[in-house]
């Protein structure tokens, strides 16, 4: 991989004031056109035929978008780089007043420097200590008292790895990645604080690990702050992670950690999750899912993501052909990262209220009404039917064709007839546009187009890409089992007509292929889980940083059980 030579330290500073500049003379204009049509080609065809280019981002917007604040799908795309879109985008948000943080540490001073915040006490008190073993340890609460400014990074952000989760952080920390200060802590919060406070007064930071925290910048500035002496608990294993820390001192780094002994856990033994660390693990989990920690409120019409192929093209050759697990933003140009910083200084001293539209809840609406059946229709033609009989495959097909029917029932138009031509699939295009325009056409065609910010845009197509492309496979599944006769109240196809029980086979593997296709495509985070689900006296625990993190770093990480409870019989405790 091609290491970056330029530095844009230098080239901050005139950067900054020119954006600034530029923002106070013109009012701020939306992109006038979007990022996918470019891949695309033809947004407007309606061939079923027609697949959509390979290098088109949309459906990773679609579900980085889908996926912000949650624990679970930043956990597995952790690296700040992943072409799936998590780790992938800078969002601007606010922390309201009133919500309450906490910052474990050793004494009751407020700090006067910028230091790190969790966003649960299970994930601080990791580091409240004391002086003595009897004087207990500190725990700072801290409380909005306005409205906080903060920037998230996706991604397992606060994960101190080399491969890659710190590197949209550190694009606006030091102007270009640099995977070997992954342990430059004390240096990266104090040059985004330095960026951040200059000129858009931003408090902090938003990053994950095993859970979310918050780099705050300024503890005398819009916290209330109160500590709280508890009462120390005896920990065995030592610490080196949470919020933001880099190695504390000498003799507390990884090694140190109950790492071991975790792996030893998760390894195919389905034993306890070690005692220390826990807690902050358990409450990391709270927000696994939609609509994860809403402590967080996301501004998504100034979201700037590296999957915007208009505003970074060098990344489409980077990659092309990788596994999307490995992509990174290593091999970003020199010009397209200057014109990411330069969006996200743009987006930051600029507010703009956007169209109005709820785009996290219209992408929920599309996950919820696909996913589970999709799953469904996966499962049956999962089921093993080499030895099946001719009518056990006719019982399946009419099965997997209902599913088919349900998720396209909204588009069947009653006008449409099959054509005459067996071959010819044309007949299907005003319900694959129905289905596929359903919930943006109106966005796309009234004045609320002109409302769209950049950002809203990038979302926009997102939902158009993805919605465009599960309506084309569905719709092409449903045709075959119309003229395969699976509704022979709606065609009788001339080869059945006979009444013969002609055998689905072909049919069940040509749809197999190409649900798992579809389902690869988009691979949504709800699709993973443990298979089959864990017992109650278990968790669904995906390797994270700082524990197991998989045997090979590279490696695409799967879910497992792990016991969160000690067995009776006295094993894994
Ligand atoms: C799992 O771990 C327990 C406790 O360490 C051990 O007794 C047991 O043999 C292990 N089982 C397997 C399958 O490795
Ligand atoms: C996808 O991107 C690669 C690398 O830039 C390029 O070689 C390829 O032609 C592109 N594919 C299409 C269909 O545009
Ligand atoms: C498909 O079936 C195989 C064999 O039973 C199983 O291992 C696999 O997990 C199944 N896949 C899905 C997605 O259900
Ligand atoms: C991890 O996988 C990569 C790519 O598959 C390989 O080059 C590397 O040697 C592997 N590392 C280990 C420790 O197995």
């Known amino acids: 991989m091609r290491m970056l030579s330029h530095s844009l330290k230098g080239s901050l500073g005139i950067l900054l004031s020119l954006t600034l500049l530029e923002a106070a003379q013109i009012p701020f204009q939306a992109h006038k056109h979007s990022a996918i049509p470019d891949l695309e080609g033809d947004d407007n065809n309606w061939d079923i035929s027609r697949a959509p280019n390979e290098n088109a981002t949309g459906h990773l917007v679609f579900e980085t978008v889908n996926s912000f604040m949650q624990h679970w799908p930043n956990t597995r795309y ?115 604080c330095d960026w951040g406070n200059s000129d858009f007064e931003i ?169 589970e059946r999709l799953e469904m229709v996966q499962y049956m033609l999962n089921s093993t039917y080499a030895g099946n009989s001719a009518s056990q495959n006719k019982v399946l097909a009419e099965n997997v064709q209902a599913q088919l029917v349900a998720m396209l029932q909204p588009y069947l138009l009653s006008i449409i007839k099959p054509s005459q031509d067996p071959t010819s699939t044309e007949w299907v295009s005003p319900m694959y546009k129905l289905c596929a325009t359903t919930y943006t056409n109106y966005i796309t065609t009234s004045s609320l187009h002109s409302r769209l910010t950049s950002s809203e845009y990038l979302i926009l197509d997102g939902i158009h890409e993805t919605t465009k492309e599960i309506c084309r496979v569905v719709t092409g599944m449903w045709v075959d089992g119309i003229m395969a006769g699976l509704e022979p109240d709606y065609h009788k196809p001339a080869i059945i007509e006979g009444g013969n029980n002609v055998d689905l086979k072909s049919l069940l593997d040509s749809w197999k292929e190409r649900v798992y296709g579809l389902m690869k495509w988009l691979d949504w985070s709800v699709w993973l889980k443990c298979r089959p689900a864990c017992g109650f006296e278990e968790m669904c625990y995906l390797p994270m940083w700082p524990f197991r993190q998989g045997s090979n770093e590279s490696d695409d990480p799967q879910p497992g059980c792990v016991r969160r409870m000690a067995s009776l019989d006295g094993q894994g405790s």
């Open 78 to 192: 952790r690296n700040a780089h992943l072409w799936n879109g998590l780790g992938h985008s800078i969002v601007p948000g606010v922390v309201p007043p009133g919500t309450v943080l906490y910052h474990g540490r050793g004494d009751a001073n407020t700090p006067s420097s910028p230091e790190w915040l969790a966003t649960d006490p299970e994930h601080s008190y990791m580091f409240c200590r004391g002086q003595t073993a009897d004087s207990g340890c500190w725990q700072l609460t801290v409380t909005a008292i306005r409205p906080l400014k903060v920037l998230y990074f996706d991604g397992s952000s606060a994960a101190k790895m080399q491969d890659g989760s710190m590197d949209s952080q550190d694009i606006i920390a030091y102007g270009k990645v640099v995977p070997e200060k992954f342990w430059s802590e004390r240096e990266r919060i104090k040059n985004l």
């Open 203 to 371: 408090d902090g930071f938003v990053r994950m690990e095993m859970d979310f925290e918050i780099m705050l910048c300024d503890f005398n500035e819009g916290v209330l702050v109160e500590p709280v002496n508890l009462r120390a608990r005896h920990r065995s294993g030592r610490w080196p992670g949470g919020p933001g820390r880099g190695p504390p001192g000498p003799g507390r780094h990884l090694e140190h950690l109950d790492r071991s002994s975790f792996d030893q856990s998760f390894n195919g033994n389905t034993t306890a999750l070690p005692s220390s660390g826990f807690d902050a693990f358990h409450s990391g989990t709270w927000h696994r899912y939609y609509p994860g920690d809403t402590r967080i409120q996301l501004d998504l019409t100034r979201l700037v993501s590296f999957y915007d192929t208009e505003l970074v093209p060098s990344l489409v050759p980077e990659r092309y052909g990788k596994e999307r697990i490995k992509h990174r933003l290593l091999g970003i140009s020199p010009k397209d990262l200057q014109a990411v910083v330069r969006k996200i200084e743009e987006l930051s001293a600029v507010s703009n209220p956007g169209s109005g539209v709820d785009w996290a809840t219209l992408i929920r609406l599309i996950v919820k009404r696909y996913s």
